[in-house]
């Protein structure tokens, strides 16, 4: 596979572009949201995904890992081709699509045209948990808190605590105080055991 280009910006549309790299032209289909990131300087760098069908070899461009890793998602969903993930990146940022999926938020995912209601819980039941691999590419806060409440309840799982005692008393501590180190967490939920 692909994984980028680099090289010279030959032609920018809102749905496709040309990158020259050693006199080869790259036709790649893109979404709005990479659009209007690309610089309109000449020397320009995209993420790729392949897609390969029976009748073609299309090459989609994106300006960011996490925006690839999230159409790499979509597509994995039934129902949901290379297009409506495009268009569903065309019409909500990266970062609007992770909030939807994980606050499970049908109404907007289906407000993306092509998107019905079964195919609309479908993405939400699909990738809920796949999508906090994307969470890590952006480094959001809400990811490093999910890894932190993780790590913790791992530790006192060792020590003896079963899962279930535990769960919600490190899930206190990390909503009262996100910023909290692991193990003042453990320390924390152990004075409190």
Do not use: W
């Not at 605590?161 to 990390?174: A, T, Y």
């Amino acid at each position: 596979m692909i994984a980028h280009l680099q090289g010279k910006l030959v032609e920018k549309n809102p749905t496709y572009t040309i990158i020259e790299c050693n006199g080869i032209g790259y036709f790649l289909n893109i979404s709005l949201h990479t659009f209007s990131k690309i610089p309109d300087s000449e020397a320009v760098k995209l993420y790729t995904y392949l897609s390969v069908k029976e009748d073609s070899h299309t090459l989609f461009g994106f300006c960011d890992k996490v925006e690839r890793e999230i159409f790499k998602l979509l597509i994995s969903v039934s129902g949901v081709g290379p297009s409506i993930a495009r268009t569903m990146l065309s019409s909500m940022t990266p970062e609007q699509i992770q909030h939807a999926i994980a606050s499970e938020d049908v109404a907007v995912i289906q407000s993306v045209k092509g998107i019905g209601a079964k195919t609309a819980q479908r993405v939400i039941i699909d990738l809920k948990d796949k999508i906090v691999k994307t969470y890590e590419l952006s480094g959001d806060s809400m990811q490093s808190g999910n890894t932190i409440k993780e790590e913790a309840l791992s530790a006192l799982e060792v020590l003896g605590f079963s899962r279930k005692q535990v769960e919600k008393l490190v899930q206190k501590i990390v909503q009262e105080t996100p910023d909290t180190a692991v193990e003042d967490i453990i320390k924390r939920a152990l004075k409190n055991l």
